[in-house]
Structure formats: C-alpha cells, structure tokens
C-alpha cells in the first residue's frame, strides 16, 4: 500500500475515533421534564381523594349475624332454635341428637384366602378386586391407600390411610364358573 493511502485510511479512522467521543462524552441536553419529552403522565381522576372517617365508623360498627357455621365442615349446621315464650324448669332438656357417624369404610377387595411362607414365617393374604389379585403381608398398602393390619385365620383387618378408619373383612370363598 502506498503512503498515501495509508494517511488516508489513518485520518479517517481518527474522524470516527473523534464522531464515538463526541457521541459518547458530550453533555446531556437540557429539558424542563425529567423523563424523555413524548411519554404522556395519564393521572387517575378522584373526585375526593379524602378519607370518608364516615363511612369507615360506620362499617366498624357493623357486626355479624350470620350462622356461624364451620365452611370447612360438610356436615349441615344446625336447625335454627326458636324462641320460646315460657319454659318450665323442672322440664328436662330436649336432647338433640350429634352429626351422624362416619360411614363404614368400604374395600373394593374380596379376602379370598391366606398362607404362610414357609422360609420366613410370614403370613401372606390373597385379594381380589375384579380380575386382579393382590398378595400381600402385614404392613403393606394395597390400592394405593389401603394398609393391610394383621391377617388372622379367616379374618384380616385394613386401615384406610386417608381417614384412618379400619375394617375386618371376612374370608370369601372364590367362586368356580
């Protein structure tokens, strides 16, 4: 390359260097708003920004009278008690009866026999829920939530792990077709 060239190509590159520190070290241009000019502030329109005191007395006096019943709880809340005009006070309390009991747990599985492992000594019960059978020991959980207790000659008892609850259910002899 021939020196000519070479100055050329060395002034046009201190032009850019000094267009870069111009663009990047110059001061910021003055303006009467804090943001940049062509952002719009839209403000909410309140007729009355004040507090109502008020309104606010008069909803802490509010108090309530509803049922009082657990949302929580699926069981119906109790009837409404009437007043009564005049009671007698040798006259015995009306005893009202509680919430009905739980329902009795239901197993979908039929306890169709029982053996023991000769090896280990262990019991093992045999269940049937349609075409499918389950083998199982004390301490297993069948379906998913069914915890199998104690395996007894003709008897096991289960526990659902989700209520709690327990159940024995006899053996049924299987059926030939």
Known sequence: MSRRAEIGIL???FLVLGGVLYRNFRPPATS??????????????????????????????????????????????PPPVAPHAATKRDAAPAVRAGPPGPLPLQVP?????????PKTGNKLAFFTNGDNVYIASPGETLLGHF?????????VRIEDTTTSQSAVIPMTPLKNP
């Open 11 to 13: 002034v046009a590159l």
């Open 147 to 155: 915890r199998l207790l104690t395996i007894d000659k003709d008897t």
């Open 109 to 117: 599985l039929t306890f169709y026999g029982m053996a023991i492992d």
């Open 32 to 77: 009467d708003s804090d943001g940049p000019a062509d952002i719009a502030i839209h403000l909410l329109k309140v007729p009355n920004p004040a507090l109502h005191l008020d309104q606010l007395a008069r909803i802490r006096q509010l108090a309530y009278t509803g049922s009082h019943r657990n949302i929580f709880s699926a069981t119906p809340p």
